[in-house]
């Protein structure tokens, strides 16, 4: 730990000596806590910290419309657009690699749920399904199942290690959960939590905030921080021990994400990928979400503000959008990759800025809770590596089947624990009645082989098939086929026994 001294003359030289102005007032106890903090920082990079958040809030975004073009054909995928041998051919390459222990999934759950009217993380809640369960359990149980599958596959005992990235915020609060939930019948050893950095918030005019006297205002370094976070923990190499050669990536709030999925990891394997996207199909043009495209060349990621309306609009001879291909944070990765990334280029990294309001403590040393936008937030995204790929491929999937995220209380126009429930309720029932079931809406009537059933509302039928029992549908028309399900009907492991006793 850096002396008080030493720590002095670092923020005299970064222009931040305000810093320590309370610091007579402190307790022992509290000039201890922050001398700490403060020595943790890299406090000889405070002042390009600092100075480049203010220049980067003060820079008019650019339009890249002039470079940008779509992704060529031959290095995409589909789910719908590919004959059935082939999503086969992918899927059994993808479970292959699953049964050799190959694969690794990584959860970005950095954030609280504060946008959900929350302060625990977002893996934490409960979005009302009739189970009961929350995100972190549905997930650890899809790792479950398909790694019970691999097994019976391939007569194999395989693990698919979860690696789970937190933020000082939600590294507590979520060991504690999966310790109270007995990690949800996964092996302790096989998770693997480890934290982001943090870093100061600035003012507009480039000085460090503090939160309180005796601390700094800090944030996570966006999900971006990921690749200097797999070096610090020493995640990389925990991996390379495991013999993982492939890395899921997603993020914590999608209800739908199909965790390892082997359709899109065979894929990626067999296009010899050493990094790849699932998107979704944009619903219209102005939709608030990046897309995949290129620009120069080269393949990223380019924010909805990046583009004029006029190029967001363009569409192709069939009447599709031109750059349709929605980023849903949702990404394979090779081991070697992320080695060579976190080795080479993580210092490259674009720097994003998120305007926010910061919590401060002003000069006469009152506690202020801003009512506008006060501070600058720099971020580093994790899509923000596809331009180092050699061999990077995109991977379309069905919004309906694979996408529905947590990001707003109810009340909100999408996006919340009412949309995310019906989603996950709605692609149930589809699976229920493809086995065979036919489905009873709230007053007990059949609703019709027609009816369609999406997440766009609130369903009739209400169906949840828990992930113990079918990963993405499969082993459902020995159980289903010929029933009549009442609403609400749970599928779980206690209902197959009944169902195979009858």
């Given at each position: 730990?850096?002396?008080?001294?030493?720590v002095k003359l670092c923020l005299e030289d970064a222009g931040q000596s305000h810093v320590l102005q309370f610091w007579p007032e402190l307790s022992k106890e509290e000039r201890a806590r922050f001398l700490l903090e403060?020595?943790?920082?890299?406090?000889?990079?405070?002042?390009?910290?600092?100075?480049?958040?203010?220049?980067?809030?003060?820079?008019?975004s650019t339009k890249l419309d002039g470079n940008i073009e779509p992704v060529l054909p031959e290095f995409i995928g589909s789910t719908q657009k590919s004959d059935t041998n082939t999503l086969a051919s992918w899927e059994?390459?993808?479970?292959?690699?699953?049964?050799?222990?190959?694969?690794?999934?990584?959860?970005?759950?950095?954030?609280?749920?504060?946008?959900?009217?929350?302060?625990?993380?977002?893996?934490?809640?409960?979005?009302?399904?009739?189970?009961?369960?929350?995100?972190?359990?549905?997930?650890?149980?899809?790792?479950?199942?398909?790694?019970?599958?691999?097994?019976?596959?391939?007569?194999?005992?395989?693990?698919?290690?979860?690696?789970?990235?937190?933020?000082?915020?939600?590294?507590?609060?979520?060991?504690?959960?999966?310790?109270?939930?007995?990690?949800?019948?996964?092996?302790?050893?096989?998770?693997?939590?480890?934290?982001?950095?943090?870093?100061?918030?600035?003012?507009?005019?480039?000085?460090?905030?503090?939160?309180?006297?005796?601390?700094?205002?800090?944030?996570?370094?966006?999900?971006?921080?990921?690749?200097?976070?797999?070096?610090?923990?020493?995640?990389?190499?925990?991996?390379?021990?495991?013999?993982?050669?492939?890395?899921?990536?997603?993020?914590?709030?999608?209800?739908?994400?199909?965790?390892?999925?082997?359709?899109?990891?065979?894929?990626?394997?067999?296009?010899?990928?050493?990094?790849?996207?699932?998107?979704?199909?944009?619903?219209?043009?102005?939709?608030?979400?990046?897309?995949?495209?290129?620009?120069?060349?080269?393949?990223?990621?380019?924010?909805?503000?990046?583009?004029?309306?006029?190029?967001?609009?363009?569409?192709?001879?069939?009447?599709?959008?031109?750059?349709?291909?929605?980023?849903?944070?949702?990404?394979?990765?090779?081991?070697?990759?992320?080695?060579?990334?976190?080795?080479?280029?993580?210092?490259?990294?674009?720097?994003?800025?998120?305007?926010?309001?910061?919590?401060?403590?002003?000069?006469?040393?009152?506690?202020?809770?801003?009512?506008?936008?006060?501070?600058?937030?720099?971020?580093?995204?994790?899509?923000?590596?596809?331009?180092?790929?050699?061999?990077?491929?995109?991977?379309?999937?069905?919004?309906?089947?694979?996408?529905?995220?947590?990001?707003?209380?109810?009340?909100?126009?999408?996006?919340?624990?009412?949309?995310?429930?019906?989603?996950?309720?709605?692609?149930?029932?589809?699976?229920?009645?493809?086995?065979?079931?036919?489905?009873?809406?709230?007053?007990?009537?059949?609703?019709?082989?027609?009816?369609?059933?999406?997440?766009?509302?609130?369903?009739?039928?209400?169906?949840?098939?828990?992930?113990?029992?079918?990963?993405?549908?499969?082993?459902?028309?020995?159980?289903?086929?010929?029933?009549?399900?009442?609403?609400?009907?749970?599928?779980?492991?206690?209902?197959?026994?009944?169902?195979?006793?009858?």
């Amino acid at each position: 730990m850096l002396s008080l001294q030493e720590v002095k003359l670092c923020l005299e030289d970064a222009g931040q000596s305000h810093v320590l102005q309370f610091w007579p007032e402190l307790s022992k106890e509290e000039r201890a806590r922050f001398l700490l903090e403060l020595s943790q920082l890299d406090l000889k990079g405070l002042q390009d910290h600092c100075d480049g958040a203010a220049k980067a809030a003060a820079s008019p975004s650019t339009k890249l419309d002039g470079n940008i073009e779509p992704v060529l054909p031959e290095f995409i995928g589909s789910t719908q657009k590919s004959d059935t041998n082939t999503l086969a051919s992918w899927e059994s390459e993808g479970i292959l690699q699953i049964s050799q222990n190959r694969v690794g999934v990584l959860l970005l759950a950095g954030g609280q749920g504060t946008r959900l009217g929350v302060q625990y993380p977002k893996g934490m809640y409960d979005v009302g399904l009739p189970s009961g369960k929350t995100l972190y359990q549905i997930q650890a149980e899809r790792i479950h199942k398909i790694q019970e599958l691999a097994d019976l596959k391939h007569g194999s005992k395989c693990t698919v290690p979860w690696y789970i990235m937190t933020s000082e915020f939600t590294l507590d609060p979520t060991e504690k959960f999966f310790k109270e939930h007995h990690y949800f019948g996964l092996e302790p050893s096989n998770v693997i939590m480890f934290e982001q950095r943090m870093i100061p918030a600035v003012t507009f005019d480039g000085k460090v905030i503090l939160q309180s006297k005796g601390k700094i205002a800090m944030a996570p370094d966006g999900n971006g921080g990921l690749y200097r976070a797999l070096v610090d923990n020493k995640v990389l190499e925990d991996m390379e021990r495991r013999g993982v050669e492939y890395l899921h990536v997603y993020c914590v709030d999608n209800i739908l994400v199909k965790m390892a999925d082997p359709v899109f990891i065979g894929f990626c394997v067999s296009k010899g990928a050493d990094c790849g996207a699932k998107v979704v199909e944009k619903r219209h043009p102005s939709e608030p979400v990046g897309v995949v495209c290129r620009v120069g060349g080269v393949h990223q990621v380019v924010e909805y503000s990046e583009i004029q309306p006029e190029t967001a609009k363009l569409r192709g001879p069939g009447g599709e959008l031109v750059y349709s291909a929605g980023n849903i944070c949702n990404h394979f990765f090779t081991r070697a990759f992320l080695h060579e990334v976190a080795q080479k280029f993580e210092v490259q990294l674009k720097q994003h800025v998120a305007i926010k309001k910061v919590p401060f403590v002003d000069g006469c040393g009152n506690q202020v809770k801003p009512d506008k936008p006060n501070g600058i937030k720099m971020e580093k995204f994790v899509f923000d590596v596809f331009p180092f790929s050699r061999n990077f491929v995109v991977f379309e999937v069905v919004r309906e089947d694979e996408f529905s995220p947590l990001k707003n209380a109810d009340g909100a126009a999408m996006d919340t624990p009412t949309t995310a429930r019906a989603s996950l309720l709605a692609q149930h029932s589809r699976w229920a009645r493809a086995a065979g079931a036919a489905l009873l809406d709230q007053h007990g009537n059949t609703l019709p082989p027609t009816a369609r059933v999406t997440g766009e509302s609130s369903p009739s039928a209400q169906c949840e098939i828990s992930p113990l029992v079918s990963y993405f549908g499969e082993g459902l028309e020995r159980l289903l086929k010929g029933k009549t399900l009442p609403t609400p009907f749970l599928l779980d492991e206690k209902r197959v026994k009944e169902l195979q006793a009858l």
